[in-house]
């Protein structure tokens, strides 16, 4: 429990969008320190006796987009008896919320080794934030040969951002290959299942009709750590090695929690 917030900088609530009854995002407008694509700051706000709670949410935007990296935007899902996003799902357009100055984060281009020519991003539910907002940076555009977006989310409803993929994927002219995923549903036109899985028995490679090896493959998982836990092992058994900035590898990841 803390009463104290230092670091943190007043904002306002300036969008809301609602995608599911419990997914959201959010814009936010606050005066916050530079970030690169690909990084999360934290969010707070006060809770019934007074203690801060504060947690931490990727970008969605890009910070060079066009209204300036003091507006961010956050994909949140609110968590059944969580404290911080149940309370952020409340919040309306001209409410007050504190956001982290510094932002954090090594899920960015430059973390990424060099002779890399094919990007695989490997998300589940709110962590396809991130991935949208390096796929909107212009270096990523021109540097990658061919990128890879997955989305695996339990129902078809949760696919969110489809515009702004429709967007992405034009302006890639065809290197942007999106595969959505489902796991609790089946529909005819999604693969089913769950990302670990679809790598082992090939059906993504397959799904997405491009091959990963490791001379010019790289990959950002990011998400659920059991997600992330059981596909750095399944990477791990196909002959990709987790990066080090000491020792180059293939694959770096991001636990939400
Ligand atoms: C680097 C980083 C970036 C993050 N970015 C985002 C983001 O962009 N959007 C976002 O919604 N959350 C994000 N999170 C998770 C976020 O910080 C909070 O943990 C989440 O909002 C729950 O907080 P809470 O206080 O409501 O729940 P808590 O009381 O803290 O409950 C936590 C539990 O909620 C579940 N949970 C937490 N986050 C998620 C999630 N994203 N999806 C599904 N289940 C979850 C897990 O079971 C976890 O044990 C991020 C976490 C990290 C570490
Ligand atoms: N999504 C909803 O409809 C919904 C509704 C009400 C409440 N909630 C709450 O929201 C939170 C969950 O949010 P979420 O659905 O975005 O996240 P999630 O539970 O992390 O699920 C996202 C995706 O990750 C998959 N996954 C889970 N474990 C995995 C593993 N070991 N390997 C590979 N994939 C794995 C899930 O598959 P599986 O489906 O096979 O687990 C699902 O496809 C929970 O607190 C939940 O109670 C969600």
Request: glycine fraction near 8%; hydrophobic fraction near 40%; include cysteine.
């Amino acid at each position: 429990m803390t009463t104290n917030l230092t670091g943190f900088t007043k904002g306002a609530v300036v969008r809301h969008q609602q995608w599911t009854e419990n997914e959201f995002s959010i814009t936010v407008k606050a005066d916050i320190g530079d970030y690169l694509a690909g990084q999360f700051t934290k969010l707070a706000l006060k809770d019934e006796n007074g203690n801060w709670l504060r947690r931490a949410y990727s970008f969605v935007n890009s910070p060079n987009h066009h209204l300036g990296k003091n507006q961010m935007e956050f994909l949140i899902i609110d968590v059944p008896d969580g404290d911080l996003s149940p309370k952020l799902a409340h919040l309306a357009i001209g409410d007050e919320i504190y956001v982290g100055e510094k932002p954090s984060g090594f899920m960015t281009l430059n973390e990424i080794p060099d002779p890399v020519s094919d990007l695989w991003l490997l998300s589940t539910g709110t962590a396809i934030g991130p991935f949208l907002s390096l796929l909107a940076e212009n270096e990523t555009k021109t540097r990658f040969k061919n990128l890879v977006l997955v989305h695996a989310v339990r129902t078809r409803q949760e696919l969110v951002y489809q515009e702004r993929i429709v967007n992405l994927q034009a302006e890639y002219n065809g290197k942007l290959i999106y595969l959505p995923i489902v796991s609790r549903e089946k529909h005819h036109d999604i693969l089913s299942g769950r990302i670990p899985e679809l790598l082992q028995d090939g059906r993504l490679i397959a799904a997405v009709k491009l091959s990963a090896n490791t001379e010019s493959s790289f990959f950002y998982l990011c998400g659920n750590p059991a997600m992330v836990h059981d596909t750095r092992d399944m990477l791990l058994a196909l002959g990709f090695k987790k990066h080090l900035r000491r020792s180059s590898g293939h694959f770096s990841f991001e636990n939400y929690w």
